[in-house]
C-alpha cells in the first residue's frame, strides 16, 4: 500500500462514526504528519516538526529558546516580512548562478552552516554528520567552541578545515590554546563571538527542561537545583585543558582583546555578533578581517531587533572594507536574497539545519541547504539576478513604517 494509499485508509477510518474516538487512528493519522525521509520534507518548517518529535524536551527547550520572553527571536524571523521582492521581466534567466567567494573560497551558495554547540544533544553524529554535509553541499561551516567533536575530526570528515568560532573564556592562556589548536588543524578563519558577555536568561529552556523526565546528571553536571550546567571538560576542544573555575565567556572585556587575539594567530579574526553602526566602525578600526552581523538567533539580549534591520548599518559603516555576514531568522531563501541585497556577503542559518539534522542527521541538513537554495534560485528568477553578485537593493521594497 502506497503512503498516499494509507494516509486515504486511515483519514477514511478516522472519520467513520463506526470507529469514531479510537485514538489508534487518530494516532496513526498524526504519525502520518511526519516525514519519512528528508526528501520529503517541503520547507524547513516539514524538518523543524519532524524534529520535534524525535528531540527529548530538554534538549528541544535549548534549541528553540530565546531569552526572557523570546522576543528577538520572533523579531529576527519577522523582520524579513518587512522587505518585499521586487519582480523583474525579460531578464535572460536560463541559467542562474548561486555560487559565492568567501575570503578566495569558492562556495556552491552563500548559505552557511553557523555554529550551534552541542550537536550530539540533537543527533549522535552531530558536528560530523553536519561536516559531511557540507562538504557535499560544498558549504561553509563554522564549528562551535563547544561542539561535540573535535576541530580535527570535524575537519577530517568536512574534507577542508572549517571556520572555528571562539568563546573568549575569563583566561586568555585557555583562549590561546584553543585558538592554537583551531590554526594547526588549518583552520582559515576564527570567529569570535562578542554578544554573550554576561549570562542570559533562557526561561524557554528551562520551561521545557521541567517537562522533561529523564536524568540530567547522567551527561551533565547539576547544579544543587538540578539545573544542568555546561560541562565544559567534557567538550572536545577542552581536552587537556584545566577547566575547573573556567568561563567561557567574559564581562570585562573590551576592544583590545581583538588586538590581542590578532596577535596571537595567522588566522583571519572576524567578529561575530556586531549590531551597530558604531560597534561596525570599532571592529574594523581594532584590526577585524570580517564581521557576522549576529544576536546568537535571539539567544543574547532581549527586546532587540531583528538582525536584518541592523545589517544595512552595519554594511554602511563598513563601506566594503571588509566581508560582512548575517545570521538570525532565515528560514526561507527569499530570506537569503533579502540579506544579500542588503549588503551581507553569506547568510548563516542556525536552527534550521539543526532541525534537519536532529530528524535525518547528514541527509537532513543537506535537505535544508536544498530547499532553501532551491528557494534563493527562484527568488533570482523572479527578481532577474542571475548571479548573486547581481542580487542588489534595488530589488528590495522596504515596507517599514518612516
Ligand atoms: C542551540 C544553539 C546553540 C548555539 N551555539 C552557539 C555557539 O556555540 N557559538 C556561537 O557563536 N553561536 C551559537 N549559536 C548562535 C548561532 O551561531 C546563530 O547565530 C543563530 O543560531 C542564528 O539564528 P537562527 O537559529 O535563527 O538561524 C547557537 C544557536 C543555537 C540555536
Redesign the pocket.
Known amino acids: 500500500m502506497s503512503l498516499y494509499e494509507r494516509r486515504a485508509l486511515l483519514k477514511f477510518l478516522a472519520a467513520s462514526p463506526v470507529f469514531a474516538g479510537l485514538a489508534p487512528f487518530t494516532d496513526a493519522l498524526a504519525d502520518e504528519r511526519t516525514l519519512a525521509s528528508a526528501a520529503e520534507a517541503l520547507d524547513v518548517f516539514d524538518l523543524e516538526a519532524a524534529a520535534q518529535r524525535l528531540v527529548p524536551p530538554a534538549h528541544w527547550g535549548?534549541?528553540?529558546?530565546g531569552v526572557d520572553g523570546d522576543a528577538t527571536?520572533r523579531a529576527?524571523?519577522a523582520a524579513f516580512a518587512r522587505y518585499q521582492l521586487r519582480p523583474r521581466r525579460f531578464v535572460d534567466v536560463s541559467r542562474i548562478d548561486l555560487s559565492t567567494e568567501i575570503l578566495g573560497t569558492k562556495l556552491a551558495s552563500p548559505i552557511v552552516y553557523?555554529?550551534?554547540?552541542?550537536l550530539r544533544s540533537l543527533h549522535p553524529e552531530g558536528d560530523l554528520a553536519l561536516a559531511r554535509a557540507a562538504k557535499t553541499q560544498n558549504a561553509l561551516q563554522?564549528m562551535?567552541?563547544?561542539?561535540s567533536f573535535s576541530v580535527e575530526d570535524i575537519t577530517a570528515a568536512r574534507g577542508t578545515p572549517v571556520w572555528f568560532?571562539?568563546?573568549t573564556t575569563d583566561q586568555f592562556e585557555v583562549t590561546k590554546k584553543l585558538v592554537k589548536r583551531a590554526q594547526s588543524a588549518g583552520c582559515p578563519v576564527v570567529?569570535v563571538?562578542v554578544?554573550?558577555p554576561a549570562g542570559r536568561n533562557t526561561v524557554t529552556a528551562t520551561r521545557l527542561r521541567r517537562e522533561d523526565t529523564r536524568i540530567c546528571g547522567g551527561c551533565h553536571t547539576v547544579d544543587e537545583n538540578g539545573n544542568p550546567q555546561p560541562n565544559l571538560a567534557s567538550r572536545p576542544m577542552f581536552a587537556g585543558i584545566d577547566t575547573q573555575g573556567l568561563r567561557v565567556t567574559s564581562a570585562s572585556l573590551t576592544w583590545d582583546f581583538i588586538k590581542r587575539l590578532k596577535d596571537s594567530t595567522t588566522m583571519k579574526v572576524f567578529i561575530?555578533?556586531i549590531e551597530t553602526r558604531e560597534d561596525a566602525a570599532l571592529a574594523v578600526r581594532h584590526g577585524a578581517d570580517g564581521i557576522?552581523v549576529?544576536?546568537?538567533?535571539?539567544?543574547a539580549l532581549e527586546s532587540g531587533r531583528g538582525?536584518i534591520e541592523s545589517l544595512p548599518d552595519v554594511v554602511q559603516s563598513v563601506a566594503g572594507r571588509v566581508p560582512v555576514l548575517v545570521?538570525?531568522?532565515?528560514?526561507r531563501g527569499t530570506d537569503v536574497y533579502k540579506a544579500l541585497a542588503l549588503g551581507a556577503s553569506a547568510v548563516?542559518?542556525?536552527?534550521?539545519?539543526?532541525w534537519g539534522l536532529a530528524a535525518f542527521g547528514q541527509a537532513g541538513a543537506e535537505r535544508v541547504l536544498d530547499i532553501l537554495n532551491l528557494e534563493l534560485r527562484l527568488a533570482m528568477v523572479g527578481c532577474g539576478a542571475r548571479t548573486v553578485r547581481e542580487i542588489s537593493a534595488g530589488s528590495l521594497i522596504d515596507t517599514r513604517p518612516r
Request: charged share 15%; net charge positive; glycine share 20%.
Open positions: 535549548y534549541l528553540q529558546s527571536l529576527n524571523e553557523c555554529p550551534i554547540g552541542g563554522i562551535s567552541t563547544q561542539a568560532q571562539l568563546y570567529a563571538t554578544d554573550l561575530k555578533g557576522i549576529s544576536n546568537h538567533g535571539g539567544r538582525t545570521d538570525g531568522g532565515v528560514r548563516g542559518i542556525g536552527r534550521p539545519y539543526a
